[in-house]
């Protein structure tokens, strides 16, 4: 599971919730609608929901990206839940996910519990990586830790990046309507220059460095930073390879 560190979050990866906010406009979110917001992280995308006049739930598996919504914005419920086990009693008019499903293995039970959340004619509107995702970030990994400790990175990777069919088959199988799914490749911007990829390693790749002290990260980083340079640093920035899908699926 990674661990979050959820002021570098916010600090260095803001990205993640102003790219949120176009999902929020195919949410297109209704005075007195309840909506879950599931994976919320700090919460910026469940407050801008709220403006709405919605009533949001924000969910998020990891304690301090919990704990760091709770503080931002207190007028707003916020809970701790795991969308692979998360069990809610109450029905909403749509859930609402962004860059938060790739975290989620189990996709069958995860659409289950989804499913379960949402009212009948209710909408599941999300955006998540999709296939080929980060691949060049992840080819790097894999060299990296396979070249100089004989690791399979791939018994370590956290993420899942379906593509449309996969999903779509998935939500269909579950009694959704698919009414809308788009796959699209949306380069990514790393703040912070040169430092840029080494930020976003230590917010959302920690799983495959597990074990290994500051020193022999520091060096698995470098030797990472060098050999995908070539593909993702252009005019003194990274690029992250990121490939989207956006979902909306009726119940
Ligand atoms: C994403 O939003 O696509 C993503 C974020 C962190 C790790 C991998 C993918």
Redesign the pocket.
């Known amino acids: 599971m990674n661990s979050w560190n959820a002021n570098l979050y916010d600090d260095k990866q803001h990205f993640?919730s102003n790219f949120g906010k176009e999902l929020i406009e195919l949410l297109n979110p209704q005075a007195g609608e309840k909506i879950l917001d599931l994976g919320c992280g700090t919460g910026d995308l469940a407050n801008d929901i709220f403006q709405f006049g919605s009533e949001i739930v924000g969910v998020d598996s990891s304690q301090e990206m919990i704990q760091q919504a709770r503080s931002k914005y207190p007028f707003i419920s916020f809970l701790i839940q795991d969308g692979e086990t998360f069990i809610t009693h109450d029905k909403y008019d749509a859930v609402f996910s962004n860059?938060a499903i790739?975290w989620m293995k189990q996709t069958s039970k995860v659409v289950e519990n989804i499913s379960h959340a949402i009212k009948p004619g209710g909408r599941f509107v999300a955006e998540?990586?999709g296939k080929y995702?980060?691949e060049t970030i992840i080819k790097g990994i894999s060299s990296v830790l396979y070249g100089e400790f004989g690791i399979d990175a791939s018994s370590r990777n956290p993420?899942y990046?379906p593509s449309v069919g996969e999903y779509t088959t998935v939500l269909e199988e579950h009694g959704f309507k698919v009414r809308y799914a788009q796959y699209y490749d949306r380069p990514t911007l790393l703040v912070d220059q040169e430092k840029g990829l080494n930020h976003?390693l230590d917010?959302?790749?920690t799983d495959f460095f597990v074990g290994f002290n500051e020193e022999q990260q520091l060096h698995l980083y470098r030797l990472i930073n060098e050999k995908i340079k070539p593909q993702l640093f252009h005019q003194g920035s990274w690029v992250a390879d990121?490939k989207?899908i956006r979902i909306i699926a009726e119940k």
């Open positions: 993640v860059a790739h998540f990586g995702n980060v993420w990046f976003w917010s959302f790749a990121y989207r």
